[in-house]
């Protein structure tokens, strides 16, 4: 130990080096850490697969018309994201039920998903990783 001290007492180089390797390591935990502190609900693909088959829940796609129409989750319902406030009472009969909010890479949907819970849908979750996720785990999109 008092040689790998002495090692980065030798030049300011390598302390840069040392407080660099620190740092992106600190980076390749941070989202290992900070998963079980967010604040939204996420489901992989496969959860999702589980609530739709299982519980009836509803995918809410909030990606823009031309995405949704290229390829989207079978029944889901599609309202983009600048028009979910206004729309809000359309989902109102779904409040029971699980809703899955999904966008192209999973990056819109938490806080989608968080503001759902706020307004009264207690089972609101995020698609993790989103519809590039859905198609990496190889389930099936329909187009419209």
Request: hydrophobic share 45%; charged share 20%.
């Amino acid at each position: 130990m008092e040689q790998f001290l002495v090692f980065l007492q030798k030049s300011p180089f390598n302390m840069l080096l040392f407080g660099l390797a620190l740092a992106s390591g600190a980076m390749l935990l941070w989202p290992l850490v900070s998963r079980p502190f967010r604040m939204s609900h996420e489901v992989g693909a496969s959860e999702a697969v589980q609530l739709i088959n299982r519980r009836d829940a509803l995918v809410l796609d909030v990606r823009d018309t031309g995405d949704y129409a290229a390829g989207h989750i079978a029944s889901a319902k599609h309202v983009p994201e600048a028009q979910l406030a206004e729309r809000l009472k359309e989902i109102e009969k779904y409040r029971t039920r699980p809703i899955i909010v999904s966008c192209r890479t999973g990056s819109r949907a938490p806080s989608l998903s968080a503001m759902l819970r706020k307004k009264g849908f207690a089972e609101a979750f995020a698609l993790r990783g989103g519809i590039a996720a859905w198609q990496q785990a190889n389930l099936p999109l329909e187009k419209s």
